[in-house]
């Protein structure tokens, strides 16, 4: 039988050295890519969270009545009075879209009939949409609404929804005077008279 060549001394510890110099560089590597995962996940869960926050403010100004007051200030406070989009099945439900001007956070707050500021018997649901809002601005002008939206050092949001037509406001029917409504014309009436009775007689009129 042949002899197998055994590993000399000499070659161990130059694989040795070799594994010494590699190893660190594949931990180095390793490290990036594990880092360069991190950030690109919590990248991709910003973006989703953002694309949820838009989502939710389209559906629910486009699932309105068209009942919308919109108010201005450093930022604008939009309050829809019935939408079908609810987060906590809410037949109708009523969302204003706020930002906080202490924090700069756009907060959604649902519930049913409320008036803001709110009072302490009234019952809504609010979350924190976003942080670190610079711009939230909202233009309704016939069936359609624009909608800017920007955070701090981000790209802005803008997206237009047509179709939303405002209430018509029911016009009431004036009533003129001395004319009384569903009344029946009766013709040439000769209004009753009265006639005094006599001692002894029946009156007539």
Sequence with gaps: MLKRPAFTIIEVLIAIVLM???????YETVALLRDSNTHLFKHLEKAKKITQATDTLYLDLASSDGN??????????????????????????????????KDK?????EGYDYQLPL?????????KVMKDIE???????????????????????T?????????????RKKI???IVPNAVPTGD????????????STPTF
């Excluded at 200030?73 to 109708?92: G, P």
């Excluded at 233009?139 to 955070?151: E, F, N, R």
């Excluded at 997206?159 to 016009?171: N, R, T």
């Design 119 to 127: 009072g302490l018997e009234e019952r809504v649901e609010a979350d």
């Design 176 to 178: 003129k005077k001395g």
């Design 159 to 171: 997206f237009m929804i047509q179709g939303v037509s405002k209430p018509v406001k029911k016009k």
């Design 68 to 101: 919308i007051s919109i108010k201005k200030d450093e930022f604008s406070r939009v309050c829809i009075e019935n939408t079908r989009n609810s987060l906590y099945n809410l037949s109708l439900a009523k969302v204003c879209w706020v930002v906080l001007k």
């Design 189 to 200: 009436v000769t209004p009753p008279t009265f006639v005094p009775a006599t001692p002894g």
């Design 135 to 157: 711009l939230f601005d909202v233009y309704y002008k016939g069936d359609k609404i624009l909608v800017l939206l920007k955070q701090q050092r981000k790209e802005a949001i």
């Design 105 to 109: 956070t756009l907060l959604r707050v």
């Design 20 to 26: 010494g110099l590699i190893l660190p560089a594949l």
